[in-house]
């Protein structure tokens, strides 16, 4: 959906990706090593077929949606020839999380329902956790080399016990450990320029 144009981020995408890594492990190599995008998405359809037009309601790009329907016509991979040693039930799984539509692809739920996880499954360990990350620091920062060292240092340190949030000057830290320390702003491009941090890092 991201390299056709769709803007609307929801588990439906996180499941494609899920998908590509149990691929991945199943097959213990790249799923699909595109060389650039168009390559990508050529890669994809021998894999899983190609879609019917009603497949790509979500793509409002004319030019790509034109793409996707004059590729060649063809039909879906043998996973179980991709993958011989998988079981039918891992095969069940991953066809229906790598489905083209992410309309029509598996939810979150009925993934964890399914008989090839059932086995290793405790529910009464599950908890859901009842708060949404916040993205926003990254999707909204500033794409600087020194910002994104920044926040990866930020988010290192604070697996550290005993390191406080927010330890780096100017780093705005939304947590993905249900951590929720206090905004801080980040700095633009032109306040960055002198920073010591910046000399250091780039010699």
Known sequence: EIMLGYHHY???IDMWSMG???GELLGRKPLLPGEDYINQLKLIV???GSPIEDDLWYISNRNARSF???LPPTPPSDMHSLFPEASDDAIDLLQRMLVMDPAKRVAVEDALDSAYLGPVRE???EVEAGFTVDVKDVEEM???KLNLQRMMFEEIRLFHEGV???AVAGVDTARTTGMQPPAARVPQQAEVVNDPMEQSLNG
Request: charged content about 20%; overall charge positive; hydrophobic content about 45%.
């Open 164 to 166: 406080k949030p927010g």
């Open 142 to 144: 500033t794409l600087t």
């Open 10 to 12: 929801n588990h439906a």
């Open 68 to 70: 996707m329907m004059h």
């Open 123 to 125: 529910k009464r360990l």
């Open 20 to 22: 590509c890594i149990f």
């Open 46 to 48: 021998k894999l899983v």
